[in-house]
């Protein structure tokens, strides 16, 4: 993954990938089954957590890294919510 550095984001994107290929490891050696049964599902379901996770990381660095007043003010009475 490519992420703007955002609070460690991109780290957490690569351990979630890890945890979910672990677990399809393991439900692959559960069930005796070759592990190119699971990749299809894990290569699916990582692909569109990820997508959304990075979306979200970009519009949080578009809106922060934005210098306009109005959402400077709006940032701020985000902040202090």
């Known amino acids: 993954h490519t992420v703007h550095p955002m609070a460690g984001q991109g780290l957490n ?3 979630d990938d890890v945890q979910a290929l672990v677990d399809c490891i393991s439900r692959s050696y559960k069930s005796g089954m070759n592990i190119a049964t699971f990749l299809e599902d894990y ?16 519009v949080l660095h578009q809106v922060f890294g934005n210098h306009s007043t109005v959402l400077q003010h709006c940032k701020s009475l985000g902040m202090h919510a």
């Open 43 to 58: 290569n699916t379901t990582q692909r569109l957590k990820n997508s959304v996770r990075i979306n979200g990381i970009h």
């Open 13 to 15: 994107l690569g351990l």
